[in-house]
């Protein structure tokens, strides 16, 4: 695997996010949120499949059944592939958290080790400061009363589970957070505003060793920082819009990028013609192992 990004599928994402390694798959699943479609890779054999969904799609995580759970528009929904794609995949509802804000839809999210699931919901015009925070385990999903922003991105823990990384994209600022026993919010302070010429900060991922990695839409980039916010390392791609990465492969050290179309126009799309791709890279460290969502 070679240290600069290379595209290991052509999907032509519009918002390519939410990458996410399932050990009991061996594959990589993400989503294409305004293309309504979930994606799934299979490196062991190089091949990609992909299910539609009925609406925006912002995440996708593995649930302790043996299935997934997706962040539709519409809400919290428990997703069966039915890998036979003849059949297609179902969708059942578990959670509404927003049915009050219409003109929401949710747009990130992450598993904790105690099997709760972390997810943020955005304001679709990007205008308005409607996206909110959320705790979800074991059939109780509250709202974390982190300050509202337009576009929540993230969140992403600390190796030990105890620091809440999120992202407030419009105001370039990522947060951390210290997280109580009981999964509460304690004390918040910046860790890191992006410049002004770097784009903005999308989904952030933390490694192995408690460096956070954030994509740069517009930025061409995704950078790494150390656990105290300093500027480690940054990776250039051949494309503008970087949305997220994961850690997959064995000994995840292989590094999945998701891609956005989004807001490129024809000009831009044909000097970015792997725009929307999913690619990889090896980022020289190992991630942290992916936790199991308990709803």
């Given at each position: 695997?070679?240290a600069?990004?290379?595209?290991v599928?052509?999907?032509g ?6 990458p996410?390694w399932v ?9 294409d949120i305004?293309?309504?479609r ?11 499949r992909?299910w539609a969904?009925?609406?925006?799609v912002g ?11 997706v962040?539709?528009?519409t809400g919290?929904?428990?997703f069966?592939?039915?890998l036979?794609l003849?059949?297609?995949?179902s969708?059942?509802?578990i959670?509404a ?9 949710q747009?990130d999210?992450?598993?904790a080790?105690?099997g709760?699931l972390?997810?943020?919901s955005m ?6 400061d ?5 705790r ?8 974390t009363?982190?300050?509202a ?11 030990d589970?105890?620091?809440?990384y999120?992202t ?6 990522i ?6 026993d ?11 505003k992006?410049e002004a ?11 192995a060793?408690?460096c956070l990695?954030?994509?740069l ?6 950078r790494?920082?150390?656990?105290a916010?300093k500027?480690?390392?940054e990776i250039?791609?051949p494309v ?14 292989t ?11 024809r000009?831009?799309?044909?000097q970015?013609?792997l ?13 942290l192992?992916g936790h199991?969502?308990?709803?």
């Open positions: 695997m070679s600069d990004p290379q595209s599928l052509s999907v994402a519009t918002l390519g996010e939410g996410v050990a009991r798959d061996a594959a990589l699943w993400f989503v305004k293309g309504h979930i994606h799934r890779y299979d490196p062991a054999i190089d091949v990609g992909s969904a009925p609406c925006q995440w996708i995580v593995p649930t302790d059944d043996g299935l997934l759970a962040g539709l528009q919290v929904h428990r069966d592939p039915a036979d003849a059949e297609g995949g969708f059942t509802l959670h958290p927003e049915t009050h804000l219409p003109g929401n839809r747009n999210a992450c598993v080790p105690d709760a972390w997810f943020g304001d679709d015009a990007e205008e308005v409607s996206g909110y925070f959320y979800f385990h074991k059939g109780k999903c509250v709202e009363g982190l300050p922003v337009s576009i929540t991105n993230g969140p992403a823990l600390s190796p589970g105890r620091t809440l999120h407030d994209t419009l105001g370039k600022r947060w951390r957070t210290d997280l109580n009981d999964g509460s919010v304690g004390n918040t302070s910046l860790f890191t992006i010429d770097a784009g903005y900060p999308d989904g952030p991922t933390v490694d060793e408690g990695w954030t994509g839409f517009g930025g061409w980039a995704v790494r920082y150390d656990p916010g500027l480690m390392r250039h791609f503008s819009n970087i949305t997220k990465i994961a850690f997959g492969g064995e000994g995840l050290t590094a999945y990028a998701t891609t956005a179309r989004k807001g490129l126009d000009a831009a799309l044909t970015q013609p725009a929307g791709d999913l690619f990889a890279f090896d980022p020289g460290v190992a991630g192992p199991i969502a308990t709803l």
